[in-house]
């Protein structure tokens, strides 16, 4: 530093000082590097456009789907005749009581968060994987399978479920498909499942794709909701064909099943199904079906008689215990596809058709599995086995709402054995076929919903 | 990397004393003397302890002991100046001959003063200055010496008007969440930064992302900091006051500076203290309920060993059965002296606090309210030349704390316990097959072994099954601060300080192997466990040099100008697993399924400023200042954020021609600034996280990303006087301040279905403040023998949001419908809405009201609101409280949409004193109180009044049995459901409905009664200081409050960020009432 004349001592020391501070100042200015700090904890979005992550995109898109089911089932179950509420949040109860067209319910919007993502994501898998194969980049086919039935399964599940959902992109918000309009979402469902059939025809795809144009036959008896239909049986074509091709592919007693772990399960709000059902306790095994533990409410045995023979009956053990006694209770599997649900279809198809030896048939294949004796007319009749071999073969699987709605099954009463636990000027009993709505949540970020829902409290 | 750093502080620390001590034995007095003299109260005569003297220009000084003493060495042999200050009295100067070689006398008698122009303070200011020079306010914070305070969190409650601590629930070792001026943020921690002499330290709270016991016993990292250290603490409280800290100063600043030592022989102090606590049992109702058939009437009479008569309503005190008195120990001793070329303080203290928590009346408990803090500080301050000062500091922290599973915790033995129902109370599962003639009852309200003494519902578990959970902290934090300052000339100096603050926390939350011991609950019940380590690392630079001259006689200058940089880095490893295959077990490695957790963070902040602060004649004064910052949150090639600050204080009582007696002291001031708060270290992107599954870990959707994202800025504009009155024994303090918050970071919630769940941040809000605060002191009596000094504080606060930007209102916690508060446009941040009932139609009105004989019911399901006649025809019979609640009979007046009140107290404030009488006895005492628009939600209410898994008010059991007994009439039906519906009903459909009360109070927060024995007394046990103090906390409260207590909150002492963290105020969840404390301690000086 050169001394200038003239300069006092403290205006020497200034100006040291101030090259001193501008020394400091590099390392913001000079140094911007440390300013620039990593990320390590997550990926960057551009992660997703590289074909060596094709498998973690489709993994996350079923983990994410997993997720999903696993936190829109718990609400659902809630407000079905499967379970009851013995907890402590409201919200169960609620539906429960057939409370389900409240777009403020806690558990249907929590669980919306998850449901949102998996469509997206499912979406998202989807079009990378097809892009990659496109470019000849994607080196298993075999991905690009499970991402078709992955979002198969999350598109079933919004259109088993929700009366109504938007369809957004990240932040661009999108309309509501609209109440009437919801049965495209199996319409997508069966065209990714036609190109997963293209690539692999097996049990698992056949199946679901069976199940999805079934589901659709059922949600045009209830569409547009409001009364019980006169005819509650559905037949239809393309799920027969689909079922029949699909039981040879379908070893045994084939169940196909998706699963949460500990790190995937969660909604946000209670902790999953498995969690919300066997370990906080949010809600137990429908008392005509079980008895339960008066104080805890713990399932202490299956009680459900079997309608042909009057004994207990070893499906409802069978298909409850999945769920109830899970080896992981907090990730029970959660059945997609089963061959048990093909019977289903074709029995039903076939009563639909006047064809009683067709429904016994498939009838008693499933009664079968589980030694129960065979079923040749007597006792109840055919259409109230249905309703029953339904609920007890597809319990927990998000398929019975529908079915209570066009079986006519609305009045219980509210004593703790009656079921449904509907009350008479609840949801589900003054508009028959009305699921859940677009949660609250959705509805206060969405401009672009529009119409006056049909479905109200 | 932190061992790293951690030993190359030592090493610098190590040779800096090494060379200054060098230097001191080097030194030679030449051309020196000695000044040493005592320092008194005037009126009283009693010795003042801690007052600073200093010698103009000199950079020596001293402080005086406990005797009042002082002696300054190496004093330059001629006509000094000696500057004597000590917060609470007006400073005197005054000059004195030093004569080489010889000692001078110089006694000194300090007025109290109410008002404090005079104090130097640091905070905020780029240098020591008196406090009368600035244009803003800051406040001043002295340890009360014996108040019952064992925390800083407690030491900041109720002593600066606008500054308000934030309890929970009172559950051993929890600290309390901060608040100055309200609110300056939406989504960002609304906690002020925290310095410890220039070190910025963490200060978050809680245990960590994946463990919390439920809100409760969640410790503040403040309260690592062992307050026996603390000197005093300075607060800013704004952005006019905070600018030169830049971004993220916004909600205030806390500086606490600790105490330096005191030159003089080695001096000892001792403190002893033990103190009983309990909960107020007068804040915890009963729990009661009612026999409904005949037969169970006598299994409950057998069970509790009294008579139960159907439809009678009895209680049982549940969940006061789960306490005793707890007791707490402090055992604590400093050690100071030095000469005037190096002082030093050394300190320790232990403190073992085991709290109310007793378990419950069967069986052992694993879960326990324990806190232990053991602390350690050693500061060194050198003036190893006349132009240099060192200073090095070091404390360490130890602190480990259990707590139970408590507040909103559906897996607590408190929550059970509160929901117990004496009429579900059985043993069934001690007599499973039903023959034991004494139905497995053991004595009455016990169980021979498993049972269900509580009456609970539901899977959760007993009080004695989930005393087997228990989560645990413990901390090691090590806070370490090197100063240096040269002084080449009087005028001009340059100082530095480096500073690190580690803190490693190890936290778990542990339940046994087949706790499960009523086999009731579900819950994991061959056990789990989590555990979570945080290490926060948070490091400080700074350097400034500040240039004060007088340009002329009369016009006087302050340059500073400087740069601060803190780097932060944040790991937090940890994992989970479930079901032990075996008791004995308790590690996370043992169970299936286990998971591993890993998080890690850093952000690098930093800036630069520069402050001019211009004085005429001493009496008028100007500060024009900035600060330019960067933050790593925005990258390399952000640029950085300007934030500018102007100041004016005028003192007309300086001016030569001011000539009113009774206005002593007189300052207006106003201050203009602006600080800011940056969003998140990772905000700005776009990015996928892991999501692990049954078939591996893939990516899904996690932050949709803004990379225009820029710090929220907060302008604020304060202005307000000092007035002193009668020789500054009277002082009154005004201030009036307004904020605006723009570029405000607005969690906008997308669409869910576009597939990301997590809101992002946006610059698009604005919310606005303003506020008045109000202090009075006033020094009522002086006299030898009696002195009594009283204050009394007020803030009122108004905020807010005035825009979101278009984002929608967002509420707070999510989809739980129970926690009503609300972000919303046009209302104060986290208002209440919620469930009202239909109102009475006004005059004109025919629609959504009740006319005339018409009741909130709609119990026939036609959508109108049915008559008083219709409601009585359906009570004609007995009727169960289920009936009527069953969802949709209920009439609201506008859905959950209905203004439930505000949260926030308009009114905070506290008043109290200090009464000196008969020369040794003192009694000091500090009330505080909250009020104004200010409403609380009773959760524990609408769960005891409504939910199904309770109902066990003493309201609830007679209104229920009203209406299921035979014998009562449709008359008495009547009258209870209208009771059920005004004021029980709540809960989900009706959330809200009946839960919000009004919440004003007032608390006796403090009291302590002190004898200190005279220096001959003193003299007899050979000590230099002799006091007891028998003192008492939280000892009554008057409040309209229905609940637990209107100060206890859901959500805990967080970590710090966030809308939960924010706004979720005035929710009382299950929690305890604050506890009772009532203390003796004895401190001696040696």
Not at chain 1, 12 to 22: D, N, Q, S, Y
Not at chain 2, 55 to 71: E, K, Q
């Amino acid at each position: 530093m050169t001394h200038h004349k003239g300069q006092t001592r403290p205006t020497r020391f200034a100006a040291g000082a101030a090259l001193v501070v501008a020394a400091a100042a590099s390392v913001f200015t000079a140094c911007g590097s440390i300013l620039d700090v990593d990320n390590p904890n997550n990926a960057p979005a551009e992660a997703l456009d590289n074909p060596s992550a094709a498998a973690s995109i489709v993994i996350g898109a079923e983990n994410s789907t997993a997720r999903a089911v696993s936190s829109a089932l718990t609400p659902y179950t809630a407000a079905t005749d499967e379970s009851i509420w013995v907890g402590s949040r409201d919200a169960y109860g609620q539906l429960d009581n057939g409370g389900i067209g409240d777009p403020n319910n806690e558990y249907p919007d929590a669980a919306f968060f998850n449901v949102g993502e998996a469509r997206w994501l499912a979406e998202q898998a989807i079009a990378k994987l097809e892009g990659f194969e496109k470019d000849g980049k994607l080196l298993d086919d075999a991905l690009l399978v499970r991402a078709y039935v992955n979002g198969a399964i999350i598109y079933n599940t919004i259109a088993d479920i929700w009366d109504d959902t938007p369809i957004s992109d990240r932040m661009a918000a999108g309309k509501n498909v609209g109440e009437q309009n919801m049965s495209v979402l199996y319409d997508s469902a069966t065209k990714w499942l036609d190109r997963a059939a293209a690539i692999d025809p097996n049990g698992r795809v056949l199946g679901m794709r069976a199940r999805t144009k079934f589901s659709k036959a059922i949600w045009a008896k209830l569409n547009p909701p409001g009364t019980t239909p006169a005819n509650p049986l559905v037949n239809d074509a393309g799920a027969v064909a689909d079922a029949t091709a699909a039981l040879p592919k379908m070893p045994g007693d084939f169940f196909f099943s998706i699963e949460t772990t500990n790190q995937n399960v969660g909604d946000g709000s209670g902790g999953g199904f498995g969690f919300e059902f066997n370990n906080r306790g949010e809600l137990a095994v429908s008392p005509d079906l079980a008895q339960l533990d008066p104080d805890d409410f713990h399932l202490v045995a299956v009680t459900a008689k079997d309608p042909v023979t009057g004994t207990v009956d070893n499906t409802a053990k069978k298909m409850i215990a999945i769920v109830a006694q899970a080896e992981d209770g907090n990730n029970p599997p959660m059945i997609q596809v089963s061959k048990r649900e093909m019977h289903l279809i074709l029995a039903e198809a076939a009563l639909a058709a006047g064809n009683n030896a067709g429904f016994d048939t498939n009838i008693n294949a499933i009664r079968a599995f589980d030694g129960m004796p065979a079923y040749a007319g007597a006792g109840p009749t055919r259409i109230q086995l249905l309703n029953y071999e339904r609920r007890i073969n597809l319990i927990f699987q998000g398929r019975r709402l529908s079915d209570m709605y066009r079986f006519g099954v609305t009045t219980g009463g509210i004593g703790i054995n009656g079921q449904p636990r509907w009350l008479a000027n609840s949801t589900a009993r003054k508009q028959i076929g009305c699921l859940f709505p677009i949660p609250i949540t959705e509805r206060r970020a969405n401009p672009e919903i529009t119409g006056d829902p049909v479905c109200k409290p | 990397m932190v061992s790293q750093v951690h030993r190359r502080t030592a090493l610098v620390t190590a040779l800096a004393f090494a060379a200054a001590a060098a230097r001191l034995a080097a030194q030679q007095a030449v051309g020196v003397g000695v000044v040493e003299g005592t320092v008194r109260e005037a009126g009283t005569g009693r010795p003042l302890e801690g007052v600073q003297i200093g010698v103009t220009g000199a950079n020596i000084g001293t402080v005086t002991n406990g005797r009042g003493a002082f002696r300054i060495q190496d004093v330059p042999a001629r006509t000094v100046e000696l500057r004597v200050r000590l917060v609470g009295y007006s400073p005197v100067t005054r000059s004195v001959v030093v004569t080489s070689g010889q000692v001078k006398t110089a006694d000194f008698d300090l007025q109290q003063s109410a008002l404090q122009l005079e104090a130097v303070v640091t905070t905020g200011t780029g240098g020591a200055v008196e406090v009368k020079k600035l244009g803003n306010t800051i406040g001043t914070i002295e340890p009360p010496k014996y108040a019952p305070i064992n925390t800083p969190s407690e030491l900041l409650q109720g002593k600066e008007p606008g500054l308000v601590g934030l309890p929970s629930s009172g559950m051993t070792g929890e600290g309390a969440r901060i608040r100055i001026r309200g609110n300056a943020s939406l989504s960002q921690s609304n906690e002020p930064i925290v310095f410890v002499d220039g070190v910025r330290v963490n200060s978050s709270g809680d245990f960590s992302f994946n463990i919390g016991a439920g809100g409760g016993g969640s410790p503040s990292r403040l309260d690592d900091i062992d307050p026996v250290t603390i000197d005093r603490i300075e607060v800013l409280k704004g952005a006019a006051a905070a600018t030169l800290y830049g971004t993220e100063a916004s909600n205030g600043v806390i500086q606490i500076f600790t105490k330096k030592g005191t030159s003089g022989p080695p001096r000892w102090d001792l403190n002893v203290a033990q103190d009983a606590i309990k909960y107020p049992t007068n804040r915890l109702e009963e729990n009661w309920g009612y026999a409904t058939r005949a037969g169970q009437a006598d299994s409950l009479s057998k069970f509790w060993g009294r008579t139960i008569t159907p439809f009678k309503p009895f209680s049982q005190p549940m969940v006061a059965d789960l306490f005793e008195t707890g007791k707490a120990s402090t055992v604590a001793a400093s050690l100071t002296g030095g000469n005037s070329a190096l002082t030093y303080f050394a300190s320790g203290r232990y403190y073992a606090e085991d709290g109310p928590w007793a378990g419950t009346r069967t069986g052992t408990t694993t879960a326990a309210d324990k806190s232990t803090r053991a602390q350690g500080t050693l500061n060194v301050n050198m003036l190893p030349t006349s132009k240099t000062r060192l200073a090095g500091r070091a404390a360490y922290t130890n602190s480990r704390l259990e707590t139970p599973n408590n507040s909103n915790n559906i897996f607590s033995p408190i929550t059970q316990a509160l929901f117990g129902k004496p009429d579900l109370a059985n043993c069934r599962n001690s007599d499973p097959d039903g023959t034991d003639p004494d139905l497995g009852v053991l004595s009455p309200g016990r169980c021979k072994s498993a049972g269900n003494a509580y009456g609970v519902q539901g899977t959760f578990g007993t009080p004695n099954e989930l005393q087997g959970i228990l989560t645990k902290q413990g901390v090691d934090r090590y806070i370490a601060g090197l100063d240096f300052q040269y002084t080449p000339i009087s005028e001009l100096n340059f100082t530095g300080t480096f500073g690190v603050d580690y803190t490693s926390s190890q936290n778990s939350s542990f339940q046994e192997f087949l706790y499960n011991v009523d086999h009731i609950t579900a819950n994991d019940t061959a056990g789990a466990k989590t555990v979570q380590d945080r290490n926060d690392r948070e490091i400080t630079l700074d350097g400034k040099m500040n240039w004060s001259r007088n340009f002329t006689t009369r016009i006087s200058s302050s340059l500073v100008v400087g740069a601060q940089g803190f780097i932060s880095r944040i790991t937090q490893p940890g994992g989970f697993s479930h079901n032990f295959p075996g008791p004995g077990i308790a590690v996370a490695s043992a169970g299936e399924e286990p998971v591993v957790y890993d998080r890690i963070e850093e952000t690098v902040n930093g800036g630069f400023f520069a402050q001019e602060q211009l004085g005429w004649a001493d009496w008028v004064f100007a500060t024009v200042g900035a600060r330019y910052d960067y933050a790593s949150t925005f990258g390399e090639n952000a640029g950085g954020v300007l934030y500018p600050k102007i100041s004016l204080s005028i003192v007309p009582t300086s001016h030569p021609s001011w000539n009113i007696p009774v206005l002593s002291s007189f300052r207006i001031r106003a201050a203009y600034g602006q600080s800011g708060r940056q969003p998140g270290a990772f905000d700005k992107l776009t990015t996928f996280q892991a999501l692990n599954g049954t078939s591996g870990s893939g990516l899904a959707p996690f932050n949709l990303g803004n990379p225009n994202l820029d710090p929220e800025v907060s302008t604020e504009l304060e202005a307000g006087f000092e007035a002193g009155f009668w020789a500054d024994r009277v002082g009154l303090q005004a201030t009036y301040w307004d904020r605006v918050v723009d570029d405000l970071l607005v969690e906008k919630q997308y669409p869910l279905s576009g597939g990301f769940q997590t809101r992002q941040l946006s610059n698009i809000g604005q919310m606005k403040a303003h506020g008045v605060e109000l202090s009075l002191r006033g020094l009522v009596v002086n006299r030898p023998t009696m002195n009594i000094d009283l204050f009394a504080n007020g803030a009122y606060l108004f905020q807010k949001i005035t825009s979101l930007g278009g984002a929608a209102e967002l509420k707070v916690s999510g989809s739980y419908p129970r926690y009503r508060n609300f972000l919303r446009e046009g209302y104060d941040p986290g208002h209440l809405f919620g469930a009202k009932l239909m109102q009475p139609c006004r005059s004109g009105q025919t629609a959504g009201c009740l006319q005339a004989g018409q009741l909130p019911y709609d119990l026939d399901g036609d959508g109108e609101a049915d008559s008083e006649a219709d409601v009585r025809s359906f009570l004609s019979t007995p009727t169960s409280l289920g009936d009527l609640f069953n969802g949709n009979v209920i009439l609201l007046e506008n859905g959950l949409n209905s203004d439930l009140g505000k949260p926030t107290p308009d009114w905070t404030g506290a008043w109290g004193g200090t009464f000196t009488f008969f020369r040794n006895w003192r009694v000091y005492t500090l009330f505080e109180y909250k009020g104004g628009n200010y409403t609380y939600t009773c959760l524990t209410c609408g769960f005891r009044n409504a939910s199904t898994r309770a109902r066990n008010s003493s309201a609830t059991a007679r209104v229920g049995a009203i209406l299921q007994d035979p014998a009562s009439t449709a008359d008495q039906r009547l009258a209870a459901a209208k009771e059920w519906v005004y004021e029980l009903a709540a809960l989900t459909p009706y959330d809200g409905l009946n839960q919000n009360s009004p919440a004003d109070f007032t608390r006796w927060r403090e009291l302590s009664l002190t004898y200190t024995a005279s220096p001959n007394v003193a003299a007899k046990i050979r000590a230099r200081e002799l006091s007891i103090t028998l003192s008492g906390r939280n000892l009554a409260l008057w409040t309209k409050y229905v609940g637990t207590d209107p100060e206890v909150n859901a959500i805990g002492r967080t970590l710090g960020g966030g809308r939960d963290s924010n706004y979720l105020d005035a929710v009382d969840a299950f929690n305890l009432p604050l506890p009772r404390r009532v203390g003796l301690s004895v401190r001696l000086g040696y």
